[in-house]
């Protein structure tokens, strides 16, 4: 049997990243290696990869040279970028750029570049129905992504970009649970109406990720949306009702409602929300459960996911 062919995996810690390492672990006859990159390689969760199997090496995005030195010698990377964890999308942007830049000097083969929409090419900056958002976004955590891609691009990478969904794990680490109301009954909020959200199982995005490695020649130059299921607020509420054993009503807001609930990014969310509303056919074209799940056989719906995470939803 020939060497194992690396990975190299950014974010390893965190959902996507986290996913796609312990889908090649679990996966030996691939005939690949993971190298899982992360900040720290002492925290609770890089140890528990390394028990697991995989080479655990430290880097940085902010850091060009450990970024280089990390993707040294791997094939494939995935590169992915958390918003999240700064809120700039000027900061996300140069993130991508350092990791655009050193897949390319350390020579890799393959890059998959987890991306989302530039949400102005649809809805510009003029277009007053979204405020604007931190002066020239409408979406900030999806536009600067977009706006990468770009990169990957101009530096000749090749690179699969990869359109992910709404995790259905922010109900249970984001706060979009269903909460009670004034009468104790849970409502599940959405600025959405009767539109369809794509979302998937976090964990599905790194199996996918696996598949699209697997078949790296068929995938380079394409952009691939993946989504378990697109669903309605009202047909989650209905899954999430039969999951809990309590009733779930779907409340439906208008995002201008969404944008005033005051928590850290409510405006980007609100924002986020009704573009896929508004754009709907588009978005959810743009994501197929079919093409995840030949990537991916395990895929889950909703209800599947609910099923084995429904204890983990906090509900008050």
């Not at 996918?208 to 993946?226: D, H, M, N, S, W």
């Amino acid at each position: 049997m020939g060497e194992k062919q690396v990975i190299a995996v950014v974010g390893a810690t965190g959902m996507q990243g986290g996913g796609l390492v312990r889908a090649i672990l679990a996966d030996p006859a691939s005939g690949l290696a993971v190298r899982a990159l992360t900040r720290d390689v002492h925290s609770d969760k890089a140890k528990e990869l390394a028990r697991l199997g995989a080479e655990v090496v430290a880097a940085d995005v902010h850091d060009g040279d450990s970024l280089q030195r990390a993707f040294a010698g791997a094939t494939s990377a995935f590169c992915v970028t958390f918003f999240w964890a700064h809120g700039s999308p000027e900061k996300e942007y140069g993130e991508a750029e350092a990791l655009a830049k050193a897949a390319k000097a350390a020579g890799v083969r393959h890059v998959i570049w987890s991306t989302l929409e530039d949400t102005r090419r649809w809805v510009p900056l003029s277009d007053n129905r979204m405020p604007t958002l931190m002066g020239k976004y409408k979406v900030p955590h999806f536009d600067a992504k977009g706006e990468a891609d770009q990169l990957f691009k101009q530096l000749g990478l090749p690179t699969t970009f990869l359109l992910t969904s709404f995790y259905w794990d922010n109900l249970i680490h984001f706060g979009m649970g269903p909460k009670p109301g004034p009468d104790g009954t849970l409502a599940f909020t959405l600025p959405m109406g009767e539109a369809r959200l794509p979302g998937i199982a976090a964990e599905d995005i790194g199996k996918c990720a696996l598949g699209i490695f697997k078949k790296r020649e068929a995938y380079v130059g394409k952009t691939v949306g993946i989504a378990g299921e697109h669903l309605t607020g009202s047909q989650m509420a209905a899954a999430l009702s039969k999951a809990l054993n309590r009733e779930v009503r779907y409340q439906a807001v208008p995002p201008e409602v969404y944008r005033t609930f005051g928590f850290p990014g409510a405006d980007d969310l609100a924002n986020m929300f009704q573009f896929k509303r508004d754009f709907n056919a588009v978005f959810c074209a743009a994501r197929e459960p079919a093409i995840a799940r030949a990537l991916n056989g395990g895929l889950q719906t909703f209800a599947q996911w609910l099923e084995a995470n429904k204890a983990r939803i906090p509900l008050s």
